[in-house]
């Protein structure tokens, strides 16, 4: 079974920055990303990132938030700067899209 622990979540005022992280249980061989999911809204995809290190961001988060990736350490990262109101959510870690972290809650206040 997958396994993802996911930290780095708080509350930080507008024009801060956090940075998540999200350790697997193991390495894999596909793309791995943070979605996102604030109340009474859909969870949405906030950046992906593939083994190779390619990666894609939400419009909302471009220039903005960073994902990165650590193959031997199965670790990705979600770096969070300049952060508005409007990013308040939780943040899940996938792999592939399948399997979810817990979630970890991110407010940031005005």
């Known amino acids: 079974q997958v396994q993802l622990v996911e930290s780095g979540g708080g509350l930080v005022q507008a024009g801060g920055s956090l940075r998540l992280s999200c350790a697997a249980s193991?390495?894999?061989?596909?793309?791995m990303g943070w979605y996102r999911q604030a109340p009474g809204k859909q969870r949405e995809l906030v950046a992906t990132?593939?083994?190779?290190?390619?990666?894609n961001y939400a419009d909302s988060v471009k220039g903005r938030f960073t994902i990165s990736r650590d193959n031997a350490k199965n670790m990705v990262y979600l770096q969070m700067n300049s952060l508005k109101p409007e990013d308040t959510a939780v943040y899940y870690c996938?792999?592939?899209?399948?399997?979810w972290g817990q979630g970890t809650q991110v407010t940031v206040s005005s």
């Open positions: 990132i593939t083994t190779g290190g390619s990666t």
């Open positions: 996938t792999v592939g899209g399948s399997w």
């Open positions: 193991r390495s894999y061989i596909t793309v």
